[in-house]
């Protein structure tokens, strides 16, 4: 057979091939969802593991994307930090953790013989996503709150981006960074998190004039997130930054957009509930 008699054939599966994958992605995410959910409920010690795993996987990833894959010490040093940093977490101690990630930083910085900038912005990436994390979830009047409140809001970025962006299509939102987003994609994502808003209101656990504009900075973040985590992978030539989640690619892949919105939450909660009210000064104005 000639290629070109093959050709439509390859045509023809392309559509099989994309609902496959978007099936593979919903069955993931309806086990993982309800996993995260959970252990975030149960706070403590078991989301603070589950956090630390995750900020260790981003480090990882993260010197993998950036050409750094084969620098074991410089894996092994900032995984370390960041796990020492996690336990000191669990036992309640911030300023130890702090004291320890800091530590960590300098000895990325030292032991990265080459794109040494490039390795301390990944392990600042997956610092700030650890240290957010735990601090979100930390109040025990609104911690668990405000953690689905930034949950869902990614959630809903991603999802109502997807469906808006392939269901509407239209301008590309930045081709050079990543040619599958569009305007409308950017605008359906953020009507989405309006509606956890509004969901959250209803249920209240805020006003809903702050809760609307909490939603929207937020998913822009998420979305801002996105692209930064797109622009990183276009630089280096990179398209997925693993294969670990199947149908979603790697651990950056699926957390860009949580990592930008969950940092700027905490540094909003913090300015207005101090460390150990981060929660009520998200979700309570």
């Not at 050709?7 to 559509?15: I, L």
């Not at 795993?53 to 092994?76: H, N, P, Q």
């Not at 995984?79 to 130890?96: S, T």
Request: with cysteine; net charge positive; hydrophobic share 60%.
């Amino acid at each position: 057979m000639s290629e070109r008699e093959a050709a439509p054939a390859a045509t023809e599966t392309a559509p099989e091939s994309a609902s496959r994958n978007l099936l593979m992605r919903i069955l993931v995410a309806a086990v993982l969802i309800p996993l995260a959910i959970a252990i975030a409920y149960a706070g403590g010690w078991l989301w603070t593991a589950l956090v630390t795993a995750a900020a260790i996987g981003l480090f990882v990833e993260w010197l993998s994307v950036v050409g750094l894959a084969d620098a074991v010490a410089l894996a092994i040093r900032g995984g370390v930090a960041l796990a020492i940093g996690g336990i000191c977490f669990a036992v309640g101690r911030i300023d130890a953790a702090l004291i320890v990630l800091a530590i960590g930083l300098v000895a990325v910085v030292w032991t990265a013989l080459a794109r040494r900038g490039w390795a301390a912005t990944g392990y600042c990436y997956a610092a700030a996503a650890e240290i957010a994390s735990v601090l979100l979830r930390l109040d025990p009047a609104k911690g668990f709150a405000a953690l689905m409140f930034v949950l869902f809001i990614v959630w809903v970025t991603d999802s109502g981006g997807y469906f808006a962006g392939r269901g509407i299509g239209g301008p590309k939102l930045w081709p050079r960074v990543s040619p599958k987003k569009t305007w409308a994609g950017a605008v359906g994502g953020l009507l989405a998190s309006l509606g956890v808003a509004w969901g959250f209101a209803a249920l209240d656990l805020g006003k809903t004039g702050h809760l609307l504009l909490a939603a929207g900075v937020l998913s822009v973040a998420s979305q801002l997130g996105d692209l930064f985590e797109s622009a990183v992978k276009r630089h280096f030539g990179v398209k997925d930054s693993s294969h670990i989640i199947p149908g979603h690619g790697g651990l950056m892949d699926r957390l860009d957009g949580y990592v930008a919105a969950v940092v700027l939450a905490v540094l909003f909660g913090f300015l207005r509930g101090g460390v150990d009210g981060v929660g009520r000064g998200l979700m309570i104005w």
